[in-house]
T-cell receptor
Framework: EPEVTQTPSHQVTQMGQEVILRCVPI?????FYWYRQILGQKVEFLVS????????KSEIFDDQFSVERPDGSNFTLKIRSTKLEDSAMYFC???????????FGNGTRLTVT | RKEVEQDPGPFNVPEGATVAFNCTYS??????FFWYRQDCRKEPKLLMS???SGNEDGRFTAQLNRASQYISLLIRDSKLSDSATYLC?????????????FGTGTRLQVTL
C-alpha cells in the first residue's frame, strides 16, 4: 500500500534556527497538508495545499512558516526562526480527492532547545 | 470557532467488552466525518468513515446524528490491540481543499 513518507523522523534545533521538514506524499494525490501535535494535545491543522498554492492556513501558520512543492514529489514545511513552542510532532498528509480521508506520514518530531 | 469535543477518558475495559465513544461537533456545515485511531507517538490512521445511515466494519460500528451533531463509535468484543486513542474528525470544505478538524481523542485501554 502506498505511503506518505517524512524525513527526518526527529530533528533537534536551536531556537532561532531554520528547519525544513520534508514529505513525499502518495504519488497520485493532489491535496497536501501539514498538521502538528504538541505532546499531550490534539492534532492541529496548519495548512492545506492544492494546485501549487496554499488553499487554507490556520492562525498557527504565521509568517515564520512556509510550504513548497519544489518538484513533482516533495512537499516541504519550512520554519524560518524556530521558537521553543514550535516543539511538536509535525505530520504531513495527502489525499487524492477533496472529500477523501487523509493519509498521514509517520511524522517528524521537532525539538527546539 | 469550530470545535470537535470528545471525552478524553481513559476508558478501561476488559477484553471482550463492548465500549462506545461519542463525539459532538459545532460546525453544522460539516460534510464528512471520520474516526481515526492513534497509537502513542504515532500518526493518526483512518479507522472508518461515518455515514448518516451508519456503517459497520467488523467489530466497529459508526453512526452520525446530524440533528444532534454527534458521532458515535461502538467497538464490540474488545481486543488488547484496540488499546489506542480514538480521534473524531469532521471535514470542512470552505477552501479549495478540505480541512480536517480533530477532536482531542478518547483513550481506550483494554485489559486482560
Amino acid at each position: 500500500e502506498p505511503e506518505v513518507t517524512q524525513t527526518p523522523s526527529h530533528q533537534v534545533t536551536q531556537m532561532g534556527q531554520e528547519v525544513i521538514l520534508r514529505c513525499v506524499p502518495i504519488s497520485n494525490h493532489l491535496y497536501f497538508y501539514w498538521y502538528r501535535q504538541i505532546l499531550g494535545q490534539k492534532v492541529e491543522f496548519l495548512v492545506s495545499f492544492y494546485n501549487n498554492e496554499i488553499s487554507e492556513k490556520s492562525e498557527i501558520f504565521d509568517d515564520q512558516f512556509s510550504v513548497e512543492r519544489p518538484d513533482g514529489s516533495n512537499f516541504t514545511l519550512k520554519i524560518r526562526s524556530t521558537k521553543l513552542e514550535d516543539s511538536a510532532m509535525y505530520f504531513c498528509a495527502s489525499s487524492g480527492r477533496n472529500n477523501s480521508p487523509l493519509h498521514f506520514g509517520n511524522g517528524t518530531r521537532l525539538t527546539v532547545t | 470557532r469550530k470545535e470537535v469535543e470528545q471525552d478524553p477518558g481513559p476508558f478501561n475495559v476488559p477484553e471482550g467488552a463492548t465500549v462506545a465513544f461519542n463525539c459532538t461537533y459545532s460546525n453544522s456545515a460539516s460534510q464528512s466525518f471520520f474516526w481515526y485511531r492513534q497509537d502513542c507517538r504515532k500518526e493518526p490512521k483512518l479507522l472508518m468513515s461515518v455515514y448518516s445511515s451508519g456503517n459497520e466494519d467488523g467489530r466497529f460500528t459508526a453512526q452520525l446524528n446530524r440533528a444532534s451533531q454527534y458521532i458515535s463509535l461502538l467497538i464490540r468484543d474488545s481486543k488488547l490491540s484496540d488499546s489506542a486513542t480514538y480521534l473524531c474528525v469532521e471535514t470542512d470544505f470552505t477552501g479549495t481543499a478540505s480541512k480536517l478538524t480533530f477532536g482531542t481523542g478518547t483513550r481506550l485501554q483494554v485489559t486482560l
